[in-house]
Structure formats: C-alpha cells, structure tokens
C-alpha cells in the first residue's frame, strides 16, 4: 500500500499547478483521500479532503473556490488543481488515505484521521 505525491515547483503568485498522487496495491476510490500540506514551522493541516462513497468534498477555507481535487478511478490517482497560487500556499503537500481505518468517509479531513501517507511534493509560490 503506497502513495506517490508528485507536480510540486516554484511558481509565481497567480500561476496554476497540478498535484498528482498515485496510489498502489489498494484501490483509491475504496477509501476518503485528501491533500494536506506542511508549510514551514507550522502544523500539518488538511487542504481538501474527498469521500469515496459519494464524492462529497472539504476544502479548507484558506482554498476554497481556487483548488479543485478530484480523483481517476481507472488510473488510480489522486489530484489537486491550484488555481491563483498565493505565497501563504508554499508548503510541502502530502497525500494521505484512511486505508486501515477502512472508511470512505473524509470525516474531519484532519491529518490524525488518514493512517498512510505520501512523501510530500514542495510547492513554492514566490515571485
């Protein structure tokens, strides 16, 4: 059971970028999967969160209506579209799934509720 977190750059303020996670030996839509993020010095915190039953989605406040996640059942994946990148948004992100608590539930998409992690793709949003 592994995830493999990838797209992190350096981009400048206002640009786009694409996380991807890969995900092998479970299937992804089995179980809630999300993004979270680690900036410097700080708490890791969730970013956006999906459920695996009905697609339902949390986004945290700081990205709502700029990040999009989604997820591709026939490749496996895991993604995150960031829209309008901001320099608050540099951070490492991680991918994480609720795969031996064995629920589709996204819950509270917080980082002590997802039990197998990604290693982590840099974002770094500085002019």
């Known amino acids: 059971v592994q995830l493999q977190a990838s797209g992190g750059g350096l981009v400048q303020p206002g640009d786009s970028l694409r996380l991807s996670c890969a995900a092998s030996?479970?299937?992804?839509?089995?179980?809630?999967i999300g993004w979270f993020r680690q900036a410097p010095g700080k708490e890791r915190k969730g970013v956006s969160c999906?459920?695996?039953?009905?697609?339902?989605?949390y986004y945290a406040d700081s990205v709502k209506g700029r990040f999009t996640i989604s997820r591709d059942s026939a490749k496996n994946t895991l993604s995150l579209q960031m829209n309008s990148l901001k320099p608050e948004d540099t951070a490492v992100y991680y991918c994480?799934?609720?795969?031996?608590?064995?629920?589709?539930?996204?819950?509270?998409?917080?980082?002590?509720?997802?039990?197998?992690w990604g290693q982590g793709t840099l974002v770094t949003v500085s002019s």
């Open positions: 994480a799934t609720r795969y031996y608590s064995g629920s589709y539930y996204y819950s509270e998409c917080q980082p002590h509720e997802y039990d197998v």
């Open positions: 030996g479970f299937p992804l839509d089995y179980y809630a």
């Open positions: 999906i459920s695996s039953r009905d697609d339902s989605t």
